[in-house]
């Protein structure tokens, strides 16, 4: 199976282990899984996905990123409505801002890599959690309980790198892996 490749912005992610258990069929991101996507390329080749990466090293030479302070809010479901696929949490600061950086950089990537625009308006979330095949809508209605509950208020982070992700080798413990990383500019 081909692995998936993405960039984004990684995060410090040790508050989720700090956060309320989840409801039975749901898996919590690992700390260092945490992150804001710019740009989902999916099962491109590695070739593709460095192609992108050369494109935004062309981008970040070229015009001026500057580091985004973000706090987290609201924990909200993403995906298809009535089946979502993740419990994410949307900025309550810095959002405007890191929605600007994801337009002006995803497509030079996702041109890049796959020959293609996003069509979806950016939307800056963290992904927390995300609900397994298995989870039942009784235990997708627990997960909602649980987002609706949660209050990141407290938790603030500095956008200063992009990194290039794809699959870990052992995903039981962990989802992805860095490949590569670029800094943000001041």
């Not at 982070?157 to 962990?174: C, F, G, K, M, N």
């Amino acid at each position: 199976m081909r692995p998936n490749w993405f960039f984004a912005f990684p995060l410090d992610g040790r508050f989720v282990l700090e956060l309320p258990e989840l409801p039975p069929s749901f898996r919590r991101y690992h700390p260092d899984d945490v992150h804001l996507t710019l740009s989902f390329l999916g099962g491109c080749t590695e070739a593709a996905a460095l192609l992108a990466l050369a494109a935004l090293d062309v981008a970040l030479a070229t015009s001026t990123f500057p580091c985004i302070s973000v706090a987290l809010g609201e924990v909200v479901p993403m995906g298809p409505r009535g089946r979502y696929s993740a419990l994410s949490a949307l900025l309550s600061q810095g959002r405007e801002q890191t929605e600007r950086c994801i337009a002006s950089l995803r497509d030079v990537v996702s041109e890049a890599a796959l020959g293609k625009r996003e069509r979806r308006a950016p939307k800056a979330h963290v992904t927390l959690a995300r609900p397994g095949r298995q989870a039942t809508p009784a235990r997708r209605e627990e997960g909602l309980a649980w987002a609706a509950a949660q209050d990141l208020s407290a938790i603030t982070a500095e956008l200063r790198r992009i990194a290039l992700y794809t699959w870990h080798e052992d995903r039981r413990e962990r989802l992805f892996r860095i490949v590569a990383e670029r800094p943000l500019g001041d």
